[in-house]
């Protein structure tokens, strides 16, 4: 297989995630990584919001959910999340990432007073929100389309769409998984709306629950599909599922660390037209994140202020420094770059 030179083929991709020497599998996607984008680490500062863990849904997957008078639900207004910002302003915030439950008190005019108070803290803050299966739920509720949404929230500050709720990409799992979560096509479809619009947007894989090797094979050709028609993903992002604190959980947890390594490096194989492949260090371990690195990633993720649905889902939680991540990047010969989701790679000297 002449695998750096041409793009590879589903089975190509089964192959090299079943049955190819994992040495070989992680040399080639390095050696992919390496002319693709080069030496440069990307990390941002990100602060987290959920604006509220309330939903109306109850996905088997989910750890972070609660039902009203759960003791572990809560609502934060407009006003308590803005007074959250400016006390962590100073830890050099780039971008605030806000993802939250399905709630209809959490409404485009709650939204549009968050953003206004956001960017009225910092006009560069950079706004990354909401998931497709969020903007799907605000044009049911308002009754309008998912572009109107979106000309809407863009109007108020929004910069760009993180990449949760993907799940995985093949109807037969995400029945299982996240029975009430829009469809495969439907979730493709709104972040293409979204590129149209000119957003650009993360995109995840969960990964290491009830799926096969097809099921990875299958999300990762729909989304080289859907890049190579709008080219406005930034950034695939592999998340291993946690076990802790949801119903599918206390059955599952096959994956071994080399099985999660071969995964990225053969994410960066196959996902020939994106550029970034993110590992979040929260996920799976600071160690296990700088491992990862050398299995096809150029993304450590953010020091993450207020994370909590992956620490809800069993995260590591240490205290994390930019001064932290950047030695962990430079320690394996790497150029750690600080940035956010708004951030122009182009500028970067590499070779795409
Ligand atoms: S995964 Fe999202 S939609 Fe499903 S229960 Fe959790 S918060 Fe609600």
Redesign the pocket.
Known sequence: MTLLKERLTAEDGLYLLTKEDLHVVQELANQKRKARVGDIVYYASTMHINPT?L?????P??S??AKPGWKKAWFLTPEEIEAKIRENLHKGLTEIHVV???WRDCDLDYYKELFTRIKSIDQNLHIKALTP?EYDFLAKLHDISVEEVFDRMMSWGLGSLPGG?AEILTEEIRKKI?P??ITSDRYLEIHKIAHRKGLRSNITMLFGHIEEPEDIITHLMKVREVQDETGGFQTFIPLKFHVENNTLGKRQDRLKPKDVRRIYAVSRLMLDNVRNIKVLWNYVGLDEAKEILEWGANDIAATTLDEKIIKMAGGTTLQMTDELLENTISSIGRIPKKIHSGYDYCKDDCLS
């Open positions: 863990n939903c109306e849904l109850n996905c997957l989910c972070f959910y939250g439950g399905l299966v709720g996240a009430g979560k």
